[in-house]
């Protein structure tokens, strides 16, 4: 819940949400913050808000979303509920940050630690009448952002961001609209080795050190509503669309590889489902589309 993520234990940028996921049992933590649920292989899924994320989020992989913008977990690794196929190892149910309560207020967060580490959260909502507006943003800083191939922590800083936007409104007393748009940002510095920072050291030597760095965007928009029929029927519908990029790159003192990456994909996702009490029992049904480019 909101108060256990509240107290806890720092963590380095871009690891935070998969801290609080690997202090569960059931997950193994590989090197660079990667999810093993009971040691399946990438078969991790965040659910953010009803819609699901099935590639990697890892901070090498992905820009995450900052803990202290999540309002609760919900983490499975068996009993896994109808409505989430696909990668079944582990299921990371997210929701963030909404506050039920009228008015005007909000928080901020201040961190630091050592390697130069330091973060900061800030988020504000409004809500009246029947309409609720919510704004976010996060930064972080590091100078250990990948776990290190050498103890000396060469070429490693990373820098982290999180910017979101929301809005609610109640059109009845039983249909509620929600819409959500949020961009996310990592970029990093990939650890060098001794032969790789230091060239007298390389066979054959060149006059500079290596210096490979990486980005991560992506930008989502998400969209749901939802009705309730009656007490024992609900009914939602939502929808997201999201841009993601990967770019990684090498300077000219790159050696024995210089390596260079530019990819990108679109997604456009829609789910519907209802659910439905029937007395002992609970019926759900629904259907997805989702659609990569």
Not at 119 to 126: E, R, S
Not at 145 to 154: A, F, G, H, K
Not at 232 to 245: F, T
Request: aromatic share 8%.
């Amino acid at each position: 819940d909101q108060q256990e993520i509240a107290d806890r234990p720092a963590s380095l940028p871009g690891r935070s949400l998969v801290d609080l996921v690997n202090s569960q049992p059931g997950w193994l933590y590989e090197g660079n913050a990667v999810l093993h649920p009971r040691g399946s292989e990438y078969q991790t899924q965040f659910v953010v808000d009803g819609i699901p994320l099935t590639d990697n989020r890892s901070p090498g992989s992905g820009p995450e979303i900052e803990a202290d913008d999540v309002d609760s977990l919900t983490i499975y690794t068996a009993g896994i509920p109808a409505e989430y196929g696909r990668k079944m190892g582990g299921v990371v149910e997210v929701n963030t940050l909404h506050d039920s309560q009228p008015g005007l207020h909000g928080q901020a967060v201040l961190s630091g630690g050592s390697f130069d580490t330091a973060g900061a959260f800030a988020g504000v909502q409004d809500t009246w009448g029947h309409n609720t507006i919510g704004a976010g943003a996060s930064g972080n800083v590091t100078a250990h952002y990948l776990n290190p191939v050498v103890p000396e922590n060469y070429t490693n800083r990373g820098t982290t961001g999180d910017f979101s936007f929301s809005y609610e409104r109640d059109l009845t007393p039983k249909d509620h609209l929600s819409l959500d748009v949020r961009h996310e940002l990592s970029r990093y510095e990939i650890p060098n080795e001794q032969p790789q920072q230091f060239p007298d050291l390389r066979t054959p030597a060149t006059g500079s050190p290596q210096l490979q760095t990486a980005d991560n965007l992506e930008t989502r928009g998400f969209a749901s509503y939802q009705h309730v029929f009656s007490s024992n029927i609900l009914a939602n519908v939502r929808g997201m669309v999201r841009d993601n990029s990967a770019a990684l790159d090498s300077n000219q003192g790159s050696w024995p590889i210089a390596a260079f990456l530019h990819n990108n994909f679109r997604e456009g996702y829609f789910n519907g489902t209802i659910a439905i009490h029937l007395g002992h029992h609970e019926w759900k049904a629904g259907i997805e589309s989702d659609n990569l480019f």
